[in-house]
C-alpha cells in the first residue's frame, strides 16, 4: 500500500498548474482530497479529474489571503473527513518591477498570497495535522527563495519568507518531537500559465516576460508533481525541482553572495527592456 492510500491531503491553487498535476497523481495514489482555488471552472476540471480516478473530494472556493475562511475551511475539511494528514500551500501569483516602479499594494498583494497564504494554510490546519498524529506541510517557495533577480523584489522577498518560516518551523517540530514533517518545495522554471496569470509594475513588459519564461520553464507541472511526492514520500527537509533548480541550488551555495552581481548583469540582459531603466 502506498504511503498516500487513504490519507487525506490538502491543495491549495489546485484549479491549474502543479495543484492540478498534484492533485491528480495524489488522486491516482488512493488519496482522499480537499482542495481549493480561486477559479471555479479550473477547480472544478480538477475535481473531475481526481473523481475519476476514484476520489473522494471535497472543493471549496477559498482565497488563501483570507484568513477567516481558510481557517474555517480547515475545520470543515477535518469534519468533513475526520483527519487531515498532508497539506499542500502550492497557491501563488507571480509579480515582476523595479522596487522603485512597484506600488506599495502590489507588494501587498504578493505577500498576501505567496506569503500570507502559506502561513494562513500552515496554521489553519496545524491542530488537525496534530491531532491525526502524522501530518505533513508542504510549503511551496521557489527557487527565488534561494536568490534573488532583479525586478522580483515582491515575489522573493514573499518566497524568502516561505522558506524562513518553513524552515523555522521545521525546526521546532524536530526539537519538540511533535509529529509533524515539514517540507519546503523550491521549484525551477516549471511550465505552468504562472507567467501568464501574473502582473508587472506598471503593464510594461509581459509579454516579453512571458516569451522568457516560456524559453526557460522546461519541466512539466506533472513532473514537478512526482518529484514532489517523492521528497515528500522522504520526509525531505528540501525539494529541488528541476535539474535548473539543483544547478541554481549548487551555484548560490558554491558563490556566497557574489552571484548578486552576475545575476544583476545576466537578468538586465535577459529581462524586457523596458523593465529595468538605466
Ligand atoms: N511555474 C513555475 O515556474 C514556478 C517556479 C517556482 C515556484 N512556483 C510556485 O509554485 C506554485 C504553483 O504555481 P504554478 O506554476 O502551478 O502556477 P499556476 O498559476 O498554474 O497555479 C497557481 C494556482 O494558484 C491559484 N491562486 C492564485 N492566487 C490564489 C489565492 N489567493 N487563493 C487561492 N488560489 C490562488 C491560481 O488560481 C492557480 O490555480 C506557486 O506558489 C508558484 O509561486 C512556480
Redesign the pocket.
Known sequence: MGKFEGKVAVI????????RSLAVELARRGAKLAI????AA?LEETARQCRALGAEMKVDL????ERENVLTWADAVAEHFGAVHYVFN?????FSGTVEKTEFKDFERVMD??FW?VVNGTKAFLPHLLAAGDGHVVN?????GLFSMPTQSAYNAA?FAVRGFTESFRQEMLFTKQPIKVTCVH????K???AK?STTADGDGLEAFNQLFDRI?TTS?DSAAKTILKGVERGDAKILVGYDAHALDLLIRLSGSSYQRAFAEIGGRLLPKNFLKK
Do not use: Q, R
Request: contains cysteine; charged residues 10%.
Open positions: 491549495t491553487g489546485a484549479s491549474a498548474g502543479m495543484g481549493c482555488d480561486l477559479n479550473g477559498i482565497n488563501v489571503a502550492n497557491a501563488g501569483i507571480a498570497v505567496d497564504g511551496t517557495s521557489s527557487v527565488f518566497k521549484p525551477g522554471g516549471i505552468t500559465d504562472i496569470n520553464a507541472a
